[in-house]
């Protein structure tokens, strides 16, 4: 699996949109950027995924870019109970094994 | 609905000791997955089961780490002589489909974990 970068740690206002980025540059053509969140003291949760287009569903919206190097998990009116750490994972889906690296662990502040 | 479910949530042992935890997948998933999660950092891949068939084992830290899933369903990971770098919590996940089967909606549905300590 591709390796990805996200910075560690990310503050956002409760109602404002957060933009969480990661960086998949090494990222091969038939891996899906995944997206998953840890609340504390819960298992991992799968929120998105994308191959090349944007996709949005009800709990978050991902852009790709064009060159698939880089992608934006969007929560565009981040609560309190966003509060967690996001994972961005590379990964050729069909149940294949996902590798987490460190996140970022993002704080929604009142 | 019934998601996945870990048993015992917590496990307290003995350096030396045996433990041995449990997971029931949702039912009719064929995917059954291991990790283990240190303190402070993300989940690590320890072990795959497709339906009963381990086929990637290749995270189990060492010869004292076993997994088993004989029917297909339920799964448990044994630790043999427990040390205290075992110290983790231990999450299953389950997805419906085959791994390299091509499909790309299939996510891993995470059990709560079972928080590992020992002493």
């Known amino acids: 699996d591709a390796k990805t970068t996200q910075p560690p740690s990310m503050d956002c206002a409760e109602g404002r949109a957060a933009n969480l980025p990661c960086n998949h540059s090494t990222i091969s053509g038939n891996e899906y950027v995944y997206w998953y969140r840890q609340i504390h003291s819960q298992g991992p949760q799968y929120i998105i995924h994308g191959l090349k287009n944007n996709e949005t569903n009800e709990m978050a919206s991902l852009i790709i870019t064009e060159d698939r190097k880089s992608s934006t998990l969007i929560l565009p009116h981040a609560t309190l109970r966003d509060t967690a750490v996001y994972y961005c994972i590379a990964s050729v889906g069909a149940g294949n094994m996902l590798t987490f690296g460190g996140g970022t662990r993002l704080m929604v502040k009142p | 609905g019934a998601g996945v479910s870990q048993s015992p949530r917590y496990k307290v042992a003995k350096r030396g000791q045996d433990v041995a935890l449990r997971c029931d997948p949702i039912?009719?998933?064929?995917?059954l997955f291991w990790y283990q999660q240190a303190l402070g950092q993300g989940p690590e891949f320890l072990t795959y089961?497709?339906?009963?068939?381990?086929?990637?084992k290749s995270g189990l830290p060492s010869d004292r780490f076993f997994a088993e899933r004989p029917e297909g369903s339920v799964s448990t990971l044994k630790i043999q002589r427990t040390q205290q770098e075992d110290s983790a919590v231990y999450l299953c996940?389950?997805?419906?489909?085959?791994?390299?089967?091509?499909?790309?909606?299939?996510?891993?549905?995470f059990g709560p974990g079972t928080r590992l300590t020992v002493l």
């Open positions: 996940a389950s997805s419906l489909g085959r791994i390299n089967a091509g499909a790309a909606n299939n996510e891993q549905f």
């Open positions: 039912s009719g998933h064929v995917s």
């Open positions: 089961f497709q339906n009963e068939a381990q086929l990637d």
